[in-house]
């Protein structure tokens, strides 16, 4: 009986989300005051819906109701309650219900949130929401139901996935889909703009936050995501440039690129119309990227079994959505261009190069992701593009970019000095091709001249941010004031430019001094890698609630100190069938040390893999450093005033929904 | 012209010339990288390009997995129920990799006709099948072949 809650739940919430698109949209088209009033609470009761829906499955994994299809196939009575609630979106249709729901909570948080947006900008904005959420409402009702029954029920459940089984599903998933789907905010806004006709500061005041936040989100997901599958697959990679990756990293290039474009919008209401088309960019990659994944298009470790009808609808949503909103685009883009005027050397024009390089970077991931899927659709060849195009593409693009980067906010917006300018940044540049070239031959044996370069381009980004935020202190009179009196969105902005210059610190250091070895050992056999003595002490066997293991037992030393015990195991999980290597890493600042078990050889020998990986934290450590200073930006005193201001003003003024719309239809 | 004038059809030209640049260059790098299929009659046919990364796909034939030498180094033979083909690999297989199931090497074919694989995937779930190997199961039963792009057309 449960389960039909949910299901019904999920047609109630497919009601209201039409209701939530439709009727606002019809009031503003014709002027009525009292439909667009709809918008806001018809979100909400949209939410709880997806949220009881949603809760009603989560019951269903708790109390192991294997009369659930989902249920039986994406759990087992063995597994703990912790993975049992996280294989709610462990597969296809549970996680187009957490997609659904994060889109709902987003829709909720904006309405709660814009109370001081014009009252028809704000329902517009809920109403587009409305119109994806339908999609996503629909496509699950029709192909992918997470409620259908299993008669007669199961005994037992087949269980998740066994790599599904770790910490990283609890977490991955729920903040990458936050990401992607907050990306449906500035969509929203965009679209909402584009059918007022009309783009203010104060809309670029509202999206820039809501943008920074879905890409804060969208960083820690991608983030997580390389971090899981750096343990969990057991090859010790951190990024594979694999199509499912490609999907999530382009709309976090995209809405990188939109967050400076953004900037440049606010303060000097250039690239009005350039901003628009990225916010569109950015969501339909996103809904590209479920396709992707979710069709089975695709050769990947996340691809799933594949159902055509789920592929086509997809498709012809994805359509739909980009479809219309470039044709609105097309249609409108020239009512709201235009703005501030900017000589070459500007602030304005190195933010433009920024956008340029990371819209090409994206296109030319684009081009490697799809061209073996269209290849294949006109019979011409299976082929596939490897790590080599992806490195040989992207990185010469972000070492310009990295450059920029640095130059970028020491300049002055509208005009600048190239004298002046050089004679700021010549002190940076000379330092940090001077440390980099001391530095690297100091450290490393075999320094090379990329690795030079890569050192210097990211000590470049440390010594010009430093810079920037000296030229901001010393305008104050004592250092303690300078600092306090520093806003947050610079705070920001400087910390997440430092975290580019750790991130190329550490794919530098770690790609390219990178130790692995694959050998054989015995009881008693020791190896040495990288300084380090690696002995094997044999393997036994340990039980956990649903697997069986072969821990094995390494004892590590430097010298003849003891720097760690590593037990890799090899899981096999007896009801999927399937053995599983949990790899054991002992990490620090400066490197980990990673042993992965391989196969039983003979005599109680093993082959094992070890990895020696320098700096490897320094990856993770940068974007997290980009997430932190996003937060920051985005908590900015000026959109908290702003939006207290124009609260006290609604407060006294209190304009009624038809006054409103009088006012923002002229 | 006036000088705002001439310094926007600079900066839009420097613009150009910079995407053309950055096109011509990922047309080189995908030409360069890009990862040719093959089923086991396909290699068995002659159709491999020498000293060339390619991928071969099939099921691993029941029984045939040894490990001559020291044990890291495995040999496996590879089907499409039509032919066979054997693979050498140094290193350790992923978790997936069992005899009868679908499998996709990369790497090169050695002078001998022996497949030297740098890297094998298995896929982590066990009802999926690699779409490629499907296909060429599926052509191989019917005798038919693989779409394959003209040799003319390789970079």
């Known amino acids: ?666 | 012209m006036t000088p705002r004038r001439r310094q926007r059809m600079v900066f839009v030209c420097v613009l150009l010339v910079g995407v053309a640049t950055a096109a011509v260059l990922t047309f080189l790098a995908l030409g360069e990288n890009m990862l040719y299929f093959f089923s086991p009659s396909q290699v068995k046919a002659g159709e491999v390009p020498a000293a060339r990364n390619v991928r071969v796909g099939g099921l691993v034939v029941n029984g045939s997995v040894t490990r001559p030498g020291d044990g890291l180094t495995v040999q496996f033979d590879l089907t499409d129920n039509a032919e066979t083909i054997s693979v050498r690999y140094r290193g350790i297989l992923p978790d997936l990799f069992r005899e009868g199931q679908g499998v996709v090497a990369m790497g090169q074919l050695s002078e001998g006709g022996i497949f030297d694989a740098e890297e094998v995937l298995a896929k982590h779930d066990e009802n999926y099948m690699p779409p490629e190997v499907a296909e060429a199961l599926k052509t191989a039963h019917e005798g038919g072949k693989m779409a394959t792009p003209d040799s003319s057309t390789k970079p």
């Open chain 1, 1 to 666: 009986m449960i389960p039909e809650l949910g299901h019904f739940a999920l047609i109630v919430a497919l009601s209201l989300a039409i209701m939530q698109s439709v009727v606002p949209l019809v009031g503003s088209a014709t002027g009525r005051g009292h439909l667009v009033a709809v918008a806001a609470p018809a979100a909400c009761g949209h939410f709880v819906f997806v949220l009881i829906a949603f809760l009603v499955l989560s019951y269903a994994f708790a109390i192991k109701d294997f009369s659930v299809l989902y249920v039986a196939t994406n759990s087992n009575a063995q597994l703990p309650l912790t993975y049992r609630l996280s294989a709610v979106w462990g597969a296809h249709e549970g996680s187009l219900l957490l997609w659904s729901l994060i889109l709902a909570g987003w829709t909720l948080a904006v309405s709660l949130f814009s109370r001081t947006l014009p009252s028809l900008f704000r329902a517009r904005v809920i109403a587009v929401m409305g119109l994806v959420s339908i999609g996503f409402l629909l496509f699950m009702l029709l192909t992918s139901n997470p409620f259908e029954r299993l008669v007669p029920a199961a005994p037992g459940g087949r269980d998740l996935n066994p790599l599904l089984q770790d910490p990283g599903l609890v977490v991955h998933p729920p903040m990458l889909y936050m990401g992607y789907v907050g990306m449906v905010v500035p969509f929203s806004f965009a679209i909402a703009a584009l059918l007022g006709g009309r783009i203010d500061s104060g809309w670029t005041r509202w999206t820039r936050p809501w943008t920074t936040v879905a890409w804060v989100f969208l960083t820690i997901g991608i983030t997580l995501g390389s971090w899981w599958a750096y343990y969990e697959l057991g090859w010790g990679g951190w990024w594979f440039w694999d199509p499912v990756e490609n999907a999530s990293f382009m709309p976090w290039l995209i809405a990188t690129a939109l967050i400076h474009s953004l900037a440049v919008t606010e303060q000097r209401g250039a690239f009005r119309a350039w901003t628009l088309l990225l916010a569109i960019f950015g969501f339909s990659l996103s809904l590209l990227g479920t396709f992707l994944v979710r069709s089975g298009v695709l050769v990947s470790v996340h691809a799933f079994a594949s159902d055509p009808d789920r592929g086509l609808f997809i498709l012809v949503f994805l359509s739909l959505v980009i479809g219309s909103a470039l044709a609105l685009y097309a249609w409108r883009a020239s009512q709201v261009s235009g703005g501030g005027n900017f000589q070459l050397l500007s602030r304005e024009t190195l933010l433009l190069t920024n956008n340029v390089l990371l819209v090409v970077a994206c296109a030319s991931i684009l081009l490697g992701t799809l061209y073996p899927l269209i290849l294949d659709a006109l019979q011409l060849g299976k082929i596939s593009v490897g790590p080599p195009y992806f490195d040989r593409v992207f990185v010469p693009l972000m070492l310009p970019l990295a450059l920029l980067l640095g130059i970028g906010p020491i300049t002055r917006w509208k005009k600048d000095a190239a004298r002046v300018l050089g004679k700021r940044l010549r002190v940076a540049f000379i330092a940090s091709l001077a440390l980099a070239i001391i530095g690297v031959f100091l450290v490393v044996d075999t320094p090379t001249i990329m690795v030079i370069a890569a050192i210097a381009t990211a000590l470049w980004i440390f010594c010009a941010t430093a810079q920037a935020i000296t030229a901001r202190l010393t305008s104050k009179s004592t250092l303690g004031q300078g600092l306090r009196r520093l806003p947050r969105s610079f705070v920001g902005m400087a910390l997440a430019h430092l975290g580019v210059g750790v991130f190329i610190v550490g794919v530098t250091a770690s790609s390219t001094y990178s130790l692995e070895k694959d050998i054989r050992v015995a009881p008693g056999d020791s190896y040495e890698l990288a300084g380090y003595r690696f002995e094997f002490d044999g393997v036994s066997t340990a039980t956990g609630p649903n697997y069986i293991a072969q821990r094995g037992a390494f004892r590590v030393y430097r010298g003849d100190d003891l720097v760690t015990e590593l037990h890799p195991e090899k899981r096999a999980y007896p009801i999927q069938e399937q053995p599983m290597t949990e790899a054991a890493i002992d990490a620090g600042l400066t490197r980990d040390l990673y042993v992965a078990l391989g196969e039983p050889l003979t005599d109680g020998a093993w082959s094992v893999r070890l990895y020696f990986k320098p700096l490897q934290r320094w990856i993770w450590l940068g974007p997290a450093l980009m997430a932190l200073g996003g937060l920051l930006a985005a908590s900015d005193r000026r959109y908290r005033i702003q939006s207290r201001a124009r609260e006290s003003a609604r407060d006294s003024s209190s304009p009624t929904p038809a006054a409103a719309l009088k006012s923002s239809v002229g």
